[in-house]
């Protein structure tokens, strides 16, 4: 079971590695070294997400239609492939957009078309897997270990990035993307070698729930608790996912930092990350998960806060304590409310409770990035300085953290459950009949 478990480990590892060059080298280059707007950069980043609909198609043709007797290799495989497609095309609009613009933006989209496709494709392919292979007792242990591997990966990512792209040119960022796309396809088909087992028509059913957005809706707005959480998830990672988008541009910008340095952001920042993941886990059985998840916010708000600092004062030392003490905060944040996340979620409705909480961070992945692109184009454009875009978009997030912090103090996990287990109206006559 470990090994499978790692096997699970190398594909979702192998499909977080072909997005760091694309949300953070490129968009380094995109919008400090070559000019363009951060909005429309932001669009282009969103693009992958619009069409996040469609696992849910994804997962239920794969349920019913085996390939070669498989019904999550070959969709893993093709989005894959098509990660690091995207992954590759995406250099090409480093040599296209300077002398060509709108085809440079076209080549933009398409390559973060392919990702986003082959993202839809994998991972709802993967996740599906590992539910499977793990059963319901061994899921927890499974996703940890997947989300280890991946930060690791992604930390490795970084710095192979930074000493290979380290110049805003087309030969320097196509050796680098494609090193990665192929690294990560490597690992990835590492992954899938005897990972799935043959299905077996005869005895085997499908096993993923669909829910509708309806649903969704309805089971979020049935129990005050969970309208709050999900609000709460919503403020909460729209500032953490947002600034992913202007880390890079701001060092450039505020500090004169070069592509490799700029690169080496985000490894910095998970390193702590990861050390948050063995802290939390530590603390997990001694304190109590809301006290957990406030330590991680307001470390993360307090990472915001220095940032935005660091900016006005031009002082990189206080950038750096910032990325490291938004990494650890986000760490810290991750653990506490996954495990919150599942407090809050009623066993017979679990797919489609974990459906909504999934839904909540797409939808906030996009309000984040938009908001991050079109706020700081706006502050540049009111203010005439292009710092002050960063500076308020990350004072922004900030305030989002805080209000996030807010309303932890408002879930109350024992309400929720009274409420979910609460009979309904009709169950209540029901009862007095019999």
Known sequence: MFLKRLQLGLIHTAVAMTLVPLTGTLNRVMIFDFGISKTLFTFIAIFPYLFS???????????????????????????????????????????????????????????????????????????????????????????????????????????????????????SMSRAFWTIAASALTLGLLGLINLEPRFDSSSSKPSSETHTLREMYAVITANPMARIFFIYLLLLLAAILGQDVLLEPFGAQAFGMSIAETSRIVSYSQSLTLVAFFVAGFMERRVAKKKIAQMGNFGALLGFVLIVVSGITRNLNIFYVGIMLLGFGTGIATVANLSLMFDLTVREKIGLYIGAWGFSNGLSRLIGLLMAGVVADLATKLTGNAMNGYLVVFGIEALMMFSAALMLYRIDVNAFQKKAHEPSFTDKVALAAE
């Not at 495989?77 to 709108?102: D, H, K, P, R």
């Not at 061994?138 to 930074?162: D, H, K, N, P």
Request: hydrophobic fraction near 50%; glycine fraction near 10%.
């Open 53 to 171: 609909p469609i696992q849910v198609a994804i997962g239920s043709f794969a349920d019913r239609h085996p390939i070669l007797g498989y019904r999550r290799a070959p969709h893993i495989l093709f989005g894959l492939l098509l990660c690091a497609s995207g992954l590759g095309v995406s250099s090409y609009m480093v040599s296209t957009i300077q002398e060509n613009f709108i085809l440079g933006i076209l080549i933009g989209l398409f390559a973060f078309f392919l990702w986003g496709m082959g993202y839809h494709f994998s991972a709802v392919s993967y996740f599906s897997l590992a539910s499977e292979i793990s059963g319901e007792k061994g899921r927890g242990t499974t996703i940890a270990i997947m989300f280890f591997m991946m930060v690791l990966g992604i930390i490795a990512t970084a710095q192979t990035v930074s000493y290979m792209a380290t110049e805003p040119t087309f030969e």
